[in-house]
């Protein structure tokens, strides 16, 4: 954790192979919000005490394979969410354009004037219904991921 008293700046960077795994984005936005009010307060022993603290409860956290992350209930139930309304919406549009469509005992209704036919039956004969499978490309979609070993991150800002 570093302090700029001249510009009130602070930045906090975080090194190391388990870094990202302790301290994740999410987990370094919600620790600044502990030390960050003690700062813009002038109370720099209390803002570097409540840091410390933190960063014990953090790493606690991640020795014991449960570190601090972000819930994602709530993300995924608007994801559902929305994702059901879209579906209503769409079932809603196809059952109103379909409300006019009934079947027809003969072709005639389909057959325009000027065709003149020898013989006018319908016979239904057979049905032909047809699959095959989807193959979908195994190549990458356009995106990667990219890790490295001991690499550090870290976020700063004004006090």
């Not at 994740?24 to 700062?39: A, H, P, T």
């Not at 933190?54 to 929305?82: H, N, Q, T």
Request: glycine share 10%; aromatic share 12%.
């Amino acid at each position: 954790l570093l302090l700029s008293m001249d510009d009130r700046d602070w930045a906090m960077f975080c090194y190391g192979s388990h870094c990202e795994y302790a301290f994740n984005s999410y987990g370094q936005q919600k620790l600044e919000k502990v030390f960050l009010d003690n700062f813009g307060e002038n109370d720099w022993y209390g803002g570097f005490e409540d840091y410390i603290k933190e960063c014990s409860v953090y790493l606690e956290k991640a020795a014991s394979g449960k570190p601090v992350r972000a819930s994602l209930f709530f993300p995924i139930l608007i994801v559902i969410g929305l994702s059901l309304l879209a579906a209503v919406v769409i079932v809603a549009v196809i059952w109103q354009k379909m409300e006019n469509v009934s079947k027809k005992a003969t072709a005639n209704a389909y057959v325009s004037a000027g065709l003149q036919l020898t013989e006018q039956t319908d016979h239904f004969t057979h049905k032909t219904t047809s699959s095959r499978k989807i193959e979908r490309s195994s190549s990458g979609g356009g995106s990667s991921h990219s890790e490295s070993g001991g690499g550090g991150s870290g976020r700063s800002g004004k006090f």
